[in-house]
């Protein structure tokens, strides 16, 4: 959501953020990306993803292999987000291009979203709720054959319910499938010098048509002021599970 670009202070520091996913079957990504406060109203963000797949054998018409391919996929992002009448407002601009052997194509798209915090309480803890799109824009073609883009809406909330845990829930409607949703809690600990945090959630759309132990993430952070390192793990039962490590540095 670029909507959270806004939660950047005035005098909060930039932010290089470097991170890895270790995906199923060889797959990979992995992004950089930077946000800067004191930009006019409000914070402005970049970034670049990059998806890939290790090499694998081709094949021509008659079944014979012909070597062998490496597709990739990559996004470039610009977003700014600022505060406007009590609420958070974002938008980004994504420059999408992917490629398989010969054949490459491109297309842009747009993801915007909003935010507004404690517009409840729930026991002695505040509510605060989002909703964005993202991948709004024109399919990608490659060759003859054209793909749309993963296109979603997203309505989620963070309940605040000790100073110590937070509650998190997403209801998201996917163009290719149907709506699921997401939970999760977080456990934080906080220190003069440091913080932690343990993470524990259930993403109903990892338990379609996949046997054995799904759903299930888990994950956690250290934060030293200038350098947060978070580790995240996502099951996928039979298909194995994914590792993702994210570095961030603010200055």
């Known amino acids: 959501n670029p909507a959270g670009l806004a939660r950047l202070e005035a005098q909060a520091a ?5 991170s890895y996913g270790a995906l199923l079957e060889s797959t990979y990504e992995g992004a950089v990306a930077y946000a800067r406060p004191r930009l006019g ?3 402005f963000g970049a970034g670049i993803a990059y998806f890939s797949q290790s090499a694998q054998t081709s094949y021509n018409l008659v079944g014979d292999p012909t070597g062998s391919v490496a597709p990739y996929a990559m996004a470039l992002s610009a977003a700014y987000g600022m505060r406007l009448r ?3 407002v974002g938008a980004a601009l994504k420059l999408i291009r992917s490629s398989l052997e010969e054949v490459s194509g491109a297309t842009a798209a747009i993801d915007a979203g909003v935010q507004a915090d404690h517009v409840a309480e729930i026991g002695d803890g505040a509510l605060d709720v989002g909703a964005a799109v993202s991948n709004l824009g024109p399919p990608l073609k490659l060759d003859s054959s054209a793909a749309p883009l993963p296109f979603s809406l ?3 909330l963070v309940w605040h319910s000790s100073p110590g845990f937070n509650f998190v829930a997403d209801l998201v409607f996917p163009v290719d499938q149907d709506p699921y949703i997401a939970v999760g ?3 934080s600990l906080k220190q003069p010098q440091w913080s932690g945090a343990l993470r524990l959630g259930f993403n109903q759309s ?4 996949i046997d054995g132990l799904t759903g299930l993430t888990a994950g956690g952070g250290l934060d030293f002021k ?3 390192l978070d580790y995240a793990w996502v099951g996928f039962g039979d298909l ?3 590792n993702r490590v994210t570095l961030a540095f603010r200055f």
């Open 41 to 43: 109203p409000g914070a």
């Open 240 to 242: 194995g599970w994914t």
């Open 206 to 209: 990892h338990i379609r048509g």
């Open 185 to 187: 809690g977080e456990a």
């Open 14 to 18: 930039s932010d290089v953020t470097l």
């Open 226 to 228: 200038r350098l947060r």
């Open 86 to 88: 009590g609420l958070r």
């Open 154 to 156: 997203r309505g989620g």
